[in-house]
């Protein structure tokens, strides 16, 4: 009586060949000397770059704990400074109004025409134009600040009386741009502005136009095929896929404006004076009163003048802060998916 099997076919035996051909499965994790050295370095790296950070902020903080325990007036709304008085009073009100406000001038001034040259050179101009605009672009974010503030004092400052003549004649009602003084010159902070908006011009552009540089090919010829004009690709490709490369742009270039130091002491004429009114000379920054005064101050004086120091320091932190928050809500238009 023959017998039915009712299991299932066993499957063919396998190749010989593909025995042979097929890795070997690893055991455990290989890592190369190399890449250990790599991640050690790297690792070193950024502990390093924190240890100085913190020390650095250590230090900051306690000379100007030193000097905060003997003022007599409030340091961050006093509008004098005097660590040499009896009893020593002094305040950064006026040098904190001083740095934020020549810094947003050259904001309002610098960001808009840097997006629109980084535009012309990455997207309008022809080759042959492009490439020299760019070099000449480069070679302006080399030059010493020190040349741009002898430049601003002998040429900028002369040049800006009549603007600024004109600026009291007929926007003095708005008091922002009201000159106490027609007469004086131009060595106020409305100057100061314009010159760091030409020193973080460059930085600016450069940057944007990188960015631009590398959107997607495939979606401005798909607007294009779809019958958008130029400017039309631009806005709806180009744009939002550049729009963090364009903060951090404008928050290396508000870094630099905000911790100016020589330009800012050439062009702005030395003074401690609070005023709403920008076109008239005086008021002062951060870097500007640290260069002016550190020499000749005692020991008591240079840690108020370190105090100050330390709220410029955490002042880039904030905006270092902010602009890494900007860019973190806006992950979509970084590029990193296209």
């Not at 593909?18 to 455990?28: E, F, H, I, Q, Y």
């Amino acid at each position: 009586m023959e017998t039915t099997s009712t299991s299932a076919q066993a499957p063919p035996p396998a190749d010989p060949a593909d025995s042979a051909t097929a890795p070997a499965p690893v055991k455990g994790k290989a890592v190369r000397p190399g890449d250990k050295v790599f991640r050690g370095l790297s690792r070193g790296s950024g502990i390093t770059l924190l240890v100085i950070m913190a020390a650095i902020a250590a230090f900051l903080a306690y000379r100007a704990s030193i000097a905060v325990s003997k003022d007599s007036v409030n340091f961050l709304t006093a509008f004098e400074w005097n660590p040499q008085g009896d009893p020593p009073a002094f305040g950064i009100g006026v040098l904190a109004f001083g740095t934020v406000v020549s810094s947003l001038i050259a904001m309002v001034i610098a960001v808009p025409v840097a997006v629109g040259i980084a535009l012309f050179v990455s997207h309008y101009a022809p080759r042959r134009l492009a490439a020299p605009l760019a070099y000449v672009i480069d070679l302006l974010a080399a030059v010493p600040s020190i040349i741009y503030g002898l430049w601003g004092a002998l040429f900028l400052v002369p040049y800006l009386d009549g603007l600024t003549r004109w600026l009291d004649q007929f926007l003095s009602w708005t008091t922002v741009f009201e000159m106490s003084n027609p007469g004086s010159p131009a060595r106020s902070i409305f100057t100061v502005g314009i010159l760091l908006a030409i020193m973080i011009l460059p930085i600016i552009t450069n940057v944007s136009r990188e960015v631009f540089l590398q959107a997607p090919k495939m979606y401005e010829e798909a607007a294009l095929a779809l019958g958008a004009t130029r400017w039309e690709t631009i806005r709806t490709s180009v744009l939002p896929f550049g729009r963090s490369g364009i903060i951090s742009a404008s928050m290396l270039g508000l870094g630099r404006a905000l911790g100016e130091t020589m330009a800012v002491a050439t062009v702005l004429s030395p003074g401690f004076l609070f005023s709403w009114h920008i076109l008239d000379p005086g008021s002062g920054t951060f870097a500007q009163n640290i260069a002016a005064k550190f020499n000749e101050a005692d020991d008591f004086g240079r840690d108020a003048l370190i105090a100050s120091g330390l709220v410029l320091f955490v002042i880039t932190l904030l905006v270092n802060g902010a602009a890494r928050w900007i860019i973190a809500r806006r992950k979509e238009y970084s590029g990193a998916d296209a």
